[in-house]
């Protein structure tokens, strides 16, 4: 049995978590611990602003996140959500304030994060395989047929994109941004296109790999439902800042079932909105 699979079966371990310096500290909801290698990188927005000509996008955004944590963040349209992960990648420069990563000042594209898109993205005129690690070096055929191992499609691994499912491309998308074995996975609504049950998978498989890698996580998603049930804490975005950081202390395991407290986590956060 996996550590992912062994730690998801048992609720009494689910609320632990363990600091990166290998203390243990409770934060119910947190997959968590002891003998996981937390591979997560510590993000810290200081100040953030954002603005395009007269348009203010992110304003003085302060948030610091711990690494292996996982985040969610909802808000409306055009609200700066995937602005923000550019910026924590590195795509794109703050007007002012400053984004680190491990305490080290993001100025350029950052290696430790990869970021996952709505739509898969994958180049229709390369083999699965070669999608997920051409550029990677000498064995990245190794280092691809792993990562396809890891998202259970080692054997489409000669298919062409074409002949795969939406879910199948967006787990070919996963393994492609699991190859450099990121400290930060960034996730701009991957599942959004996705139905309801392959969605459902997705987030067990997402779940899973967090797990067992320990990157730091942030998910963005319309899906108020999807962000309490993946994250230890749900951000609203909302006019530029956080309107609302709320820990997720329920243990996953026990999240489906606990109906009433979901509804209430769910109407504060569709409150914030
Ligand atoms: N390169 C750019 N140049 C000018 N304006 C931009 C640029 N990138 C983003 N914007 C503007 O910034 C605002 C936020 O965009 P962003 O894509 O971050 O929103 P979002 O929250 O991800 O929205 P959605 O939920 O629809 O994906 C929008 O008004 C958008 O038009
Ligand atoms: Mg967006």
């Known amino acids: 049995m996996s550590e992912a699979a062994r730690l998801f079966g048992n609720p009494r371990v689910l609320g632990r978590v363990a600091a990166s310096d290998g203390r243990n500290t409770t934060a119910a909801g947190r997959l968590e611990t002891s003998g996981r290698r937390l591979d997560g990188a510590a993000i810290e927005l200081s100040e953030l602003t954002k603005t395009f000509g007269h348009r203010v996008v992110l304003s003085a955004v302060n948030l610091k996140v ?22 924590i990648a590195g795509l794109d420069r703050p007007t002012s304030g400053a984004v680190s990563i491990d305490g080290c ?4 594209v950052q290696k430790a994060a990869r ?5 898969a993205r994958l180049l229709p005129w390369q083999r699965v395989i070669a999608n997920v690690g051409i550029a990677r070096g000498d064995d990245w055929r190794a280092q691809a047929m792993q990562a396809l191992q890891a998202v259970g499609l080692a054997d489409r691994a ?19 941004a699991l190859v450099p074995k990121p400290k930060i ?5 991957p599942f959004g296109a996705l139905d309801a049950l392959t969605r459902a998978d997705m987030h067990r498989l997402l779940l899973t790999l967090w797990a067992e890698r320990g990157f730091t996580s942030i998910l963005i998603t319309h899906d108020v439902a999807e962000a309490i049930a993946l994250a ?10 956080i309107a609302l950081d709320l820990a997720i202390d329920t243990p996953r395991s026990e999240r489906e079932g606990a ?3 979901l509804a209430e986590l769910k109407r504060r956060v569709v409150a914030e909105v």
């Open 105 to 108: 000042a993001v100025a350029d």
């Open 259 to 261: 109906s009433s407290l």
């Open 158 to 176: 000669q298919d062409w994109p074409y002949v795969l499912s939406g879910g199948q491309r967006q787990r070919v998308a996963l393994a492609r």
């Open 185 to 189: 996975l960034l996730l701009d609504e």
């Open 115 to 119: 970021i996952m898109f709505q739509d």
């Open 66 to 87: 711990e690494p292996g944590q996982f985040i969610a963040i909802v808000g409306r349209s055009g609200g700066g959500k995937t602005t923000l992960l550019r910026l």
């Open 232 to 241: 230890d804490r749900v951000l609203v975005l909302r006019d530029g800042r």
